[in-house]
């Protein structure tokens, strides 16, 4: 392989990438949006840092345990607290996007650039890609790599006309995903939650919520990021903000000793997999490799619900790419 085209500048396609790029691949990653880390994603607002995705990412696995400590060494990850089964959980050093805005210096990457159209000639993928700023621009390499969720990466393939096995598409479409309203509070005081400044809750409108200012990356106290629970994203998907938020912030009262100055929405359509790829099946790989075609897929659709499995999805994929024959 001398060239690879990666969708998707979040954890997974970052990490596949960049073991291409250190095999002397030369790699293009396209991102539609502005920033980089995907679901990794942390805003500026007001003179606060919000981390409006991923909270932390766990360190389970020992591949992954010690790439963070590496980033450790090199501050791009600071530990937050230790975990219910023991392990530390990390967070970037300025906020979530401190990793990925990290991995994507040795690479490069299109942001504002949607990938609407795929085609696959003369063993050579062509993605044609929408500009943010109008137009398109086609790129070209030897293979093809999706990070999207899977329900976006298979409506991308499936809308190109790219021919899966029937066995294959069958368990791509099986990947689903839990929606999420995030709500960015800012406090006029001090959140007042207890340590570690966050709390995991098993509450009907509830998941998280977690103060950026105690987590260390707002100098802004009370700089607080609230979840929805899975059930309350579906029920308010299609509200306005106005009839979203208030509930949120209504239902965290209780947990917040300070009082909201102002309040902002995000939705993630695509947080967490509720069914990952042959989950039921065993020894099966994080990843999915077609070889006819050239193409692969990862991300936490393969891994499982978490940055680290997302990374260790890309990873593997990468490193399965560059396996002599
Ligand atoms: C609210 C929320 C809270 C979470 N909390 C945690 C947590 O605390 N700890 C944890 O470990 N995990 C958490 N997660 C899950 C974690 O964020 C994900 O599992 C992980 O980041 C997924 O990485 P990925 O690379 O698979 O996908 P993504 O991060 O989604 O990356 C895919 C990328 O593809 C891009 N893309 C999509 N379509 C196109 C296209 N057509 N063209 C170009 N680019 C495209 C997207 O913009 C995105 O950047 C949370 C997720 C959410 C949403």
Redesign the pocket.
């Known amino acids: 392989m001398e060239s690879c085209l990666v969708?998707?500048?979040?954890?997974?396609?970052l990490l596949a990438g960049l073991k291409l790029h250190e095999n002397a691949v030369n790699v293009t990653v396209?991102?539609?949006?502005r920033g980089l880390?995907?679901?990794?994603a942390t805003r500026r607002q007001d003179g606060a840092i919000f981390d409006h995705?991923?909270?932390?990412?766990?360190t389970r696995n020992r591949q992954f345990r010690e790439m963070v400590e590496r980033w450790l060494g090199q501050e791009v990850v600071k530990p937050w607290y230790i975990g219910p089964q023991g392990n530390m959980r990390y967070v970037g050093a300025q906020g979530m996007t401190t990793v990925p805005k990290f991995l994507a210096k040795k690479l490069t990457v299109h942001n504002r650039?949607?990938?609407?159209a795929l085609a696959f000639e003369h063993n050579r993928w062509k993605v044609t890609?929408q500009k943010g700023e109008g137009g398109t621009v086609t790129h070209e390499a030897d293979f093809l790599i999706l990070?999207?969720?899977v329900p976006?990466s298979l409506k991308?393939l499936l809308d190109s006309e790219i021919e899966l096995d029937y066995d294959d598409e069958v368990e791509l479409k099986r990947i689903q995903y839990r929606r999420?309203i995030?709500v960015l509070a800012q406090l006029n005081g001090p959140a007042g939650l207890p340590a570690p400044g966050a709390m995991d809750l098993n509450h009907p409108l509830l998941r998280w919520i977690g103060d950026n200012s105690v987590k260390g990356i707002s100098d802004k106290p009370g700089t607080v990021t609230i979840?929805s629970s899975p059930q309350y994203a579906m029920q308010h998907w299609d509200s306005t903000d106005e009839d979203r938020i208030p509930p949120l912030l209504e239902a965290a009262k209780p947990f917040l000793k300070s009082a909201v100055e102002g309040a902002s929405a995000h939705r993630?359509r695509?947080?967490?997999p509720t069914y990952l790829f042959k989950e039921k099946q065993p020894f099966r790989k994080p990843y999915y490799i077609n070889d006819e075609l050239s193409l692969g897929l990862c991300?936490?659709g393969f891994g499982g619900?978490?940055?680290?499995?997302?990374a260790l999805s890309?990873l593997a994929l990468g490193e399965d790419l560059m396996r002599p024959l």
């Open positions: 969708i998707g500048a979040g954890i997974s396609g396209i991102e539609k949006s880390g995907g679901r990794m995705g991923a909270q932390f990412m766990t650039q949607t990938a609407t890609c990070t999207c969720p976006q991308l999420c995030s979840h993630w695509y947080s967490e991300g936490d619900p978490r940055i680290e499995a997302a890309g």
